[in-house]
């Protein structure tokens, strides 16, 4: 009890405007998302897109697993087109047990009812409820549909790419004749970018059929542009024989593609791009050269997603679940049955249980199953957080000394930080948990009452809460244990009527009061500034005296023996830990005799595997590796630039997952 202060206690979360749900009620936060509870509390003010206050929105779009013998019929039967609509592309596979939706309130308050619909639904992830997300699907599907017949599916080896900002007529991307080798490109915008939390407004405007493309019929939102739309768009700019980009992209309403990098494009060229890094001799050391690549990758033709600007934006990863599977089913629905098909997604997050338990990662190893390993491979990032102390892990033994975090929250963080402690594990009976209690100091010494499972509530008050703790016997997140969310509003806003918190050093207590030990992981989420972006996002972190901050040599990777809670092994991307996608990690070209490893990569193998115990399941190593640095001192690869022609230089594991899917196409 620093500071003398009295312990405050935790007032009940409010009623829910969306959803109707009593958030304060016995049972109210079991199973379900608690990111959504706080949502409501929060009257939705982290997701506002530009000045003044959020509006409620009217639809909630949700990423929903089924219970086992139940397929996306069954939801359509037992639901209502008024309150859940279902894009169609869900309706290709036979026996698939995932979907995303546009829901409103008849939805939650057939789940509370305990009707048909809630023997389907065995749980529910909130998206990210911003613009074309909160309105309803155009064309939903209606219980009886059948999948829709798209005229020219494309058959053979298909590249996949889902990303952000990407050049779809770049020369990189064209065919001999010059003819696009995007034989679909879906954009899920339905307005300009980058937009999202945080951001504000500015040129906001919904973008245009005539221009951007039609909404394609499958997914209800977004726009498509076919090879066929971009080669005469490439026409129509032709002059002298030279596409002039500017003025092309202009006229689809690409204008993120006015910067000079997009991650995206980078991303696809290191995956199907017209050239290769090799290894060439000079001056008696290895150096790389690019050289055309005339592989399979570098003719194949490819299906590009762009992902919605509020992903882009809003790095914490909240509307990922949504959109990837879209874009994921999207591409599915554009290819043959026997198209063998190759995708690859350089996104990520940093919190969720890394158990491939989310909803997310189940769904893809979902896909993967029906479909076939070898018709459809999935290819993801390994992460680039493995310096950035977002992860602690810590056993807390019966009656011992409770884990005690130290999470510094940064001054001038215009976004909403958040911290998840999972706890426990399949082999562990949920009682385990019951006398587990969590205690939150604030800076400058005000304490609040500790919480105990079962139990949730904000503070200073219902109707203006600037922080809430969440803590489920169960939680939508993840199938094993229990997550306990601590979400804080921003630090600083340009607006005085918002709600902050202070900056600072939270402590986080975790005790275990019961009889079996408990095994603690806490993940601070992702909350960095996406390329291209002004977010004013600023990346919390754990601290810790023993965590050892020297920048000597064997500082960067993780000493078993060092007894602090923070631990680089962990740091992992947070939709790559199910069982069937394939997650490269980073190494350098130019490799070091003390360390081949891109300092912001997970290892392989694991320098910190002896530390015991861990929870069950978690993974924490990619399953191979590939250069994303040219060295120690010249960080990240060369890839295409906006325009053709145009080399830039990107790090990361983002740029090492594409390599991987090329090898592999």
């Given at each position: 009890m620093?500071g003398?202060l009295?312990?405050?206690?935790?007032?009940?979360?409010?009623k829910?405007?969306?959803?109707?749900?009593?958030w304060?009620?016995?049972?109210?936060?079991?199973?379900?998302?608690?990111?959504l509870?706080?949502?409501?509390?929060d009257?939705?003010?982290?997701?506002?897109?530009?000045?003044?206050?959020a509006a409620?929105?009217?639809?909630l779009?949700?990423?929903?697993e089924l219970h086992q013998?139940?397929?996306v019929q069954?939801?359509?039967?037992?639901?209502?087109?008024?309150?859940?609509?279902?894009?169609?592309?869900?309706?290709l596979?036979?026996?698939?047990?995932f979907?995303t939706?546009?829901?409103?309130?008849?939805?939650?308050?057939?789940?509370?009812?305990?009707?048909?619909?809630?023997?389907i639904?065995?749980?529910f992830?909130?998206g990210?409820?911003?613009?074309?997300h909160?309105?309803?699907?155009?064309?939903?599907?209606?219980?009886?549909?059948?999948?829709?017949?798209v005229?020219?599916?494309?058959?053979g080896?298909?590249m996949g790419?889902?990303d952000?900002?990407?050049?779809?007529?770049?020369?990189?991307?064209?065919g001999?004749?010059?003819?696009?080798?995007?034989?679909?490109?879906?954009?899920?915008?339905?307005?300009?970018?980058?937009?999202?939390?945080?951001?504000?407004r500015?040129?906001?405007?919904?973008?245009?059929d005539?221009?951007?493309?039609?909404?394609?019929?499958?997914?209800?939102?977004?726009h498509?542009?076919?090879?066929a739309d971009?080669?005469?768009?490439?026409?129509?700019?032709?002059?002298?024989?030279?596409?002039?980009?500017?003025?092309l992209?202009?006229?689809?309403?690409?204008?993120?593609?006015?910067?000079?990098v997009?991650?995206g494009?980078?991303v696809?060229s290191?995956?199907a791009?017209?050239?290769?890094?090799t290894?060439?001799?000079?001056?008696?050391?290895?150096?790389?050269?690019?050289?055309?690549?005339?592989?399979a990758?570098?003719?194949?033709?490819?299906?590009?997603?762009?992902?919605?600007?509020?992903n882009v934006v809003?790095?914490?990863?909240?509307?990922?679940?949504?959109?990837?599977?879209?874009?994921?089913m999207?591409?599915?629905?554009?290819?043959?049955?026997?198209?063998?098909?190759?995708?690859?997604?350089?996104?990520?997050?940093?919190?969720?249980?890394?158990?491939?338990?989310?909803?997310l990662e189940?769904?893809i190893d979902?896909l993967?199953?029906l479909r076939?390993?070898e018709?459809l491979?999935?290819?993801?990032?390994?992460?680039?957080?493995?310096?950035?102390?977002t992860?602690?892990n810590?056993?807390?033994?019966?009656?011992?000394?409770?884990?005690?975090?130290?999470?510094?929250?940064q001054?001038?963080?215009?976004?909403?930080s958040?911290?998840e402690l999972?706890?426990?594990?399949?082999?562990l009976?949920?009682?385990?948990?019951?006398?587990?209690?969590?205690?939150?100091?604030?800076?400058g010494?005000?304490?609040?009452?500790?919480?105990?499972?079962?139990?949730a509530?904000c503070w200073p008050?219902?109707?203006?809460?600037?922080?809430a703790?969440?803590?489920?016997?169960?939680?939508?997140?993840?199938?094993n244990?229990?997550?306990?969310?601590?979400?804080?509003?921003?630090?600083?806003?340009?607006?005085?009527?918002?709600?902050?918190?202070?900056?600072?050093?939270?402590?986080?207590?975790?005790?275990?009061g019961g009889?079996?030990?408990?095994?603690?992981d806490?993940?601070?989420?992702?909350?960095?500034?996406?390329?291209?972006t002004?977010?004013?996002?600023?990346?919390?972190?754990?601290?810790?005296?023993?965590y050892?901050?020297?920048?000597?040599?064997?500082?960067?990777?993780?000493?078993?023996?060092l007894?602090?809670?923070?631990?680089?092994?962990?740091?992992?991307?947070?939709?790559?830990?199910?069982?069937?996608?394939?997650?490269?990690?980073?190494?350098?070209f130019?490799?070091?005799?003390?360390?081949?490893?891109?300092?912001?990569?997970?290892?392989?193998?694991?320098?910190?595997?002896?530390?015991q115990?861990?929870?069950?399941?978690?993974?924490k190593?990619?399953?191979t590796?590939?250069?994303?640095?040219e060295?120690?001192?010249?960080?990240?690869?060369?890839?295409a630039?906006?325009r053709?022609?145009?080399?830039?230089?990107?790090?990361?594991?983002?740029?090492?997952?594409p390599?991987?899917a090329?090898?592999?196409?």
């Amino acid at each position: 009890m620093s500071g003398g202060l009295t312990p405050q206690p935790w007032l009940p979360l409010p009623k829910g405007e969306v959803t109707g749900t009593d958030w304060s009620l016995p049972g109210s936060i079991e199973g379900a998302d608690p990111y959504l509870a706080w949502a409501e509390a929060d009257r939705f003010e982290g997701y506002r897109l530009g000045e003044g206050r959020a509006a409620q929105p009217k639809w909630l779009p949700v990423a929903i697993e089924l219970h086992q013998g139940y397929g996306v019929q069954d939801l359509l039967q037992a639901a209502d087109e008024k309150w859940l609509q279902m894009p169609k592309a869900y309706l290709l596979l036979a026996g698939l047990r995932f979907c995303t939706a546009r829901v409103k309130r008849g939805f939650f308050a057939q789940l509370r009812k305990r009707s048909d619909l809630a023997r389907i639904v065995r749980r529910f992830e909130l998206g990210l409820p911003v613009e074309e997300h909160t309105g309803p699907l155009k064309d939903p599907a209606c219980p009886g549909d059948t999948a829709a017949t798209v005229a020219q599916r494309v058959g053979g080896k298909v590249m996949g790419i889902i990303d952000g900002g990407l050049a779809m007529a770049h020369a990189a991307f064209l065919g001999p004749q010059g003819q696009p080798r995007v034989r679909y490109f879906w954009r899920q915008d339905e307005f300009d970018g980058p937009y999202g939390p945080g951001l504000g407004r500015r040129l906001h405007s919904r973008l245009t059929d005539h221009r951007a493309g039609p909404t394609p019929a499958e997914m209800g939102y977004g726009h498509e542009l076919t090879a066929a739309d971009i080669r005469s768009a490439m026409t129509r700019f032709t002059l002298n024989g030279s596409v002039d980009e500017d003025d092309l992209y202009e006229h689809l309403q690409c204008w993120d593609l006015k910067h000079p990098v997009n991650h995206g494009t980078v991303v696809a060229s290191l995956a199907a791009g017209p050239w290769l890094t090799t290894s060439r001799m000079s001056s008696g050391a290895q150096t790389p050269e690019m050289h055309p690549a005339g592989d399979a990758a570098s003719q194949a033709p490819l299906i590009a997603v762009q992902l919605d600007w509020s992903n882009v934006v809003d790095t914490s990863g909240g509307a990922m679940n949504v959109s990837v599977l879209d874009a994921l089913m999207y591409i599915l629905n554009r290819v043959t049955d026997d198209a063998q098909v190759v995708v690859n997604i350089s996104w990520g997050t940093l919190a969720g249980p890394h158990d491939g338990t989310s909803v997310l990662e189940a769904a893809i190893d979902h896909l993967i199953s029906l479909r076939g390993a070898e018709r459809l491979q999935v290819f993801i990032p390994a992460g680039n957080g493995y310096q950035d102390r977002t992860h602690a892990n810590q056993t807390l033994l019966p009656g011992g000394a409770p884990a005690e975090l130290h999470w510094h929250v940064q001054p001038d963080d215009r976004t909403q930080s958040f911290l998840e402690l999972w706890l426990g594990d399949p082999e562990l009976p949920e009682e385990v948990l019951q006398d587990v209690s969590i205690e939150v100091t604030l800076p400058g010494g005000q304490v609040l009452e500790p919480l105990t499972i079962g139990h949730a509530g904000c503070w200073p008050s219902a109707s203006a809460p600037r922080l809430a703790l969440i803590f489920p016997r169960k939680t939508a997140l993840g199938r094993n244990g229990t997550c306990a969310l601590l979400a804080l509003c921003p630090t600083a806003s340009n607006d005085p009527a918002d709600r902050l918190v202070p900056a600072g050093v939270w402590r986080v207590k975790v005790r275990n009061g019961g009889f079996h030990p408990v095994v603690l992981d806490a993940y601070v989420e992702r909350d960095d500034v996406a390329l291209g972006t002004h977010t004013g996002a600023r990346q919390s972190y754990f601290l810790d005296a023993m965590y050892d901050t020297s920048g000597n040599i064997d500082s960067f990777v993780d000493d078993p023996g060092l007894p602090t809670p923070i631990r680089r092994s962990g740091v992992f991307n947070s939709i790559g830990t199910g069982q069937k996608p394939m997650v490269t990690g980073g190494v350098r070209f130019a490799t070091s005799a003390f360390d081949p490893a891109a300092s912001y990569s997970p290892r392989l193998p694991d320098p910190d595997a002896s530390r015991q115990p861990q929870r069950v399941g978690v993974k924490k190593i990619p399953n191979t590796l590939a250069v994303s640095d040219e060295s120690a001192a010249l960080w990240g690869v060369l890839g295409a630039g906006s325009r053709s022609g145009g080399v830039v230089r990107l790090y990361g594991t983002s740029c090492a997952s594409p390599q991987t899917a090329r090898k592999n196409f």
